[in-house]
């Protein structure tokens, strides 16, 4: 039983294929169109034309409607833009102050080092080196505010570093200077 079904189903699927194959003239099957007398092939000719007018209309005032709804979005944009920054500037206020209270001045990134096998951030007047697991992104940049906070890894990397300006946490230790 399933095999039929399955020979008919790919025979009537190969005759649509077959079918559609066919050649056609201004839209007639090309059969069709050498039974036509002349009156009947400028009729078609003409249906043809008109099909072919109201098709290139339609593309026309679809790409006018797609150009009009951009036009419409980019003005909502513009005029919901301040309100917006309004709503960023009051949501970065009602978090509070960002640094720790632990901190009573701010830290900032002085300088910042991408060597091989090597990662350090100068802060303040100590260097810090970031953990070989941690990648400093290239949200991380000069002049940053920080906070350090020890680690919840005690071991070899007990301060963590947390950037205040993009939220992003890296582990690293304090590296000591030699005199």
Known sequence: MKK???????????????????????????????????????????????RQELELANLQKQKEKELENERHRQEVAEKTAPFYAAVNVV???????????????????????????????????????????????????????VVLTSSDRKGLYPVKIKNLDNGETLDARKVKKWS
């Open 91 to 145: 949501s970065a206020l009602s978090k509070g102050p960002k640094r720790s209270s632990s901190y009573s001045t701010p830290i900032y990134i002085q300088a910042i080092s991408h060597e091989i096998g090597s990662q350090t951030l100068t802060i303040g007047d100590e260097l810090f080196e970031v953990s070989v697991f941690s990648k400093i992104s290239d949200a991380w940049v000069k002049g940053q505010e």
């Open 4 to 50: 039929i079904f399955y020979l008919t189903l790919s025979l009537a699927a190969g005759l649509l294929f077959l079918g559609g194959c066919q050649k056609t003239v201004f839209g007639v099957n090309e059969e069709v169109w050498h039974r036509l007398n002349e009156t009947e092939r400028e009729k078609i000719i003409e249906g043809y034309n008109k």
